[in-house]
């Protein structure tokens, strides 16, 4: 069965959740795609597209849960291929891919967890703490603020479970905790020239 691009990327805007339209901007997307001559699936260019897309609209998928969906679903898709593919066409077009806003998935996450929104806006002030720190994943410091919001509010929630519902590992959760830690360590010193 031949299955046609717009109905794959319809099949992953539902099971995503998107409420913005993104189907046309996709086309346009996989059209400046150079596939002739390469051994890269339809998947993987449209793995790539829909990344590229929703991450100009501010929607918080990663990377991976694109790969990790895609795969799951048993299409050809290899995460080097399309991250070579999304890193190309950046270069080839000067195309800027915003860094996603933790607040994005803050908020998403909470819902999940069931967080009011006086703590969903704690996370986000938590977040906006690690705003200075260069190449570090929105989703983990989101996870991670999370954490520090249920701990201040007595909520029973381990980094473990937050590692199991969200896919991430434990570790990662604890690193950003700890760094967030001394962050703060370092706001209460006052700074001392001699």
């Not at 704690?122 to 200075?132: G, P």
Request: aromatic share 10%; proline share 3%.
């Amino acid at each position: 069965m031949n299955i046609t691009r717009k109905y794959i990327i319809k099949q992953i805007i539902n099971d995503f959740d998107v409420k913005i339209p993104i189907i046309h901007d996709s086309f346009r997307v996989m059209r400046m795609m150079k596939r002739k001559g390469s051994d890269v699936s339809k998947y993987e260019q449209i793995i790539a597209a829909v990344y590229i897309v929703l991450k100009n609209k501010g929607n918080p998928v990663s990377f991976l849960e694109l790969i990790k969906y895609a795969q799951k679903k048993g299409w050809k898709v290899r995460r080097r291929a399309v991250y070579f593919m999304i890193k190309n066409l950046i270069m080839k077009t000067g195309a800027k891919v915003p860094t996603t806003d933790p607040a994005l998935f803050i908020e998403s996450y909470a819902k999940k967890l069931g967080f009011s929104e006086e703590e969903i806006e704690e996370a986000k002030n938590v977040a906006k703490d690690f705003a200075k720190l260069r190449g570090k994943i929105p989703r983990i410091i989101a996870l991670a603020s999370l954490y520090i919001v249920a701990i201040r509010h007595g909520r029973e929630i381990t980094q473990e479970y937050l590692a199991r519902m969200f896919k991430t590992t434990e570790v990662s959760i604890r690193k950003y905790v700890r760094l967030w830690r001394e962050i703060k360590a370092a706001q209460q010193k006052p700074l001392t020239v001699s």
